[in-house]
């Protein structure tokens, strides 16, 4: 195993950047919100953050607290939790960073996406940051199938709840955030597109 991949897993590419940016660099207390088996949690648990973790599926959970004892003793395995974004069991302000890495296109509706995002910026401190990727139809708004309630069928053959631009600009302004960075989309070969929001919890 390479010395890159022994510090950061396989993590995501566009968190990777925010970190190689020193983005996070003062955030202590990081919540990855459907944390899967912490592919993207390598790097903080080596470093001395108090990391946290939430998803819907026991062995992912088993499996992060797992990852965790080996990287981070310290950490207490208290902090990983079965539990859904939209419901999410930590108290309010809690944390410096929340990551909702590939989730937040699961939404059921628009209804659902939004109690997800309450629940999320609910447990985010003023001042703290949101990293997202998600499923978006920018660039493929052609070639994706409306399913209703916000959902599509995508080219590669999955069904996801899919934004684009002005849904993510009209939540941002909802929730009295600021974009730390440009709203960024991967087309992947016509088949799906991946976006990356990025935003900062107003003081």
């Given at each position: 195993m390479s010395t890159l991949q022994q510090s950061f897993g396989n993590i995501d590419i566009y968190l990777f950047?925010?970190?190689l940016k020193g983005t996070y660099d003062?955030?202590?207390k990081v919540l990855d919100a459907g944390c899967g088996g912490g592919r993207n949690l390598v790097y903080l648990l080596q470093n001395g953050f108090e990391v946290?973790?939430?998803d819907?599926?026991?062995e992912a959970v088993k499996a992060v607290k797992a990852l965790s004892q080996k990287l981070s003793p310290g950490n207490s395995p208290d902090n990983f939790k079965i539990a859904l974004?939209?419901?999410?069991p930590f108290e309010d302000v809690y944390f410096d960073l929340v990551i909702c890495n590939t989730v937040l296109h699961f939404a059921d509706s628009q209804d659902h996406f939004d109690q997800m995002m309450r629940s999320i910026w609910r447990v985010l401190k003023p001042g703290g940051y949101f990293f997202a990727r998600l499923a978006s139809?920018?660039?493929i708004e052609t070639l994706v199938l409306p399913l209703g309630n916000g959902r599509h069928h995508l080219p590669d053959g999955s069904d996801r709840f899919l934004v684009n631009l002005q849904f993510l600009l009209d939540r941002t302004q909802a929730l009295g955030a600021q974009l730390h960075e440009p709203i960024k989309t991967t087309n992947v070969q016509n088949k799906r597109a991946m976006t990356?929001?990025?935003l900062r919890k107003g003081l």
């Amino acid at each position: 195993m390479s010395t890159l991949q022994q510090s950061f897993g396989n993590i995501d590419i566009y968190l990777f950047d925010q970190l190689l940016k020193g983005t996070y660099d003062n955030c202590r207390k990081v919540l990855d919100a459907g944390c899967g088996g912490g592919r993207n949690l390598v790097y903080l648990l080596q470093n001395g953050f108090e990391v946290y973790g939430i998803d819907p599926d026991a062995e992912a959970v088993k499996a992060v607290k797992a990852l965790s004892q080996k990287l981070s003793p310290g950490n207490s395995p208290d902090n990983f939790k079965i539990a859904l974004v939209e419901d999410l069991p930590f108290e309010d302000v809690y944390f410096d960073l929340v990551i909702c890495n590939t989730v937040l296109h699961f939404a059921d509706s628009q209804d659902h996406f939004d109690q997800m995002m309450r629940s999320i910026w609910r447990v985010l401190k003023p001042g703290g940051y949101f990293f997202a990727r998600l499923a978006s139809d920018i660039g493929i708004e052609t070639l994706v199938l409306p399913l209703g309630n916000g959902r599509h069928h995508l080219p590669d053959g999955s069904d996801r709840f899919l934004v684009n631009l002005q849904f993510l600009l009209d939540r941002t302004q909802a929730l009295g955030a600021q974009l730390h960075e440009p709203i960024k989309t991967t087309n992947v070969q016509n088949k799906r597109a991946m976006t990356t929001w990025c935003l900062r919890k107003g003081l």
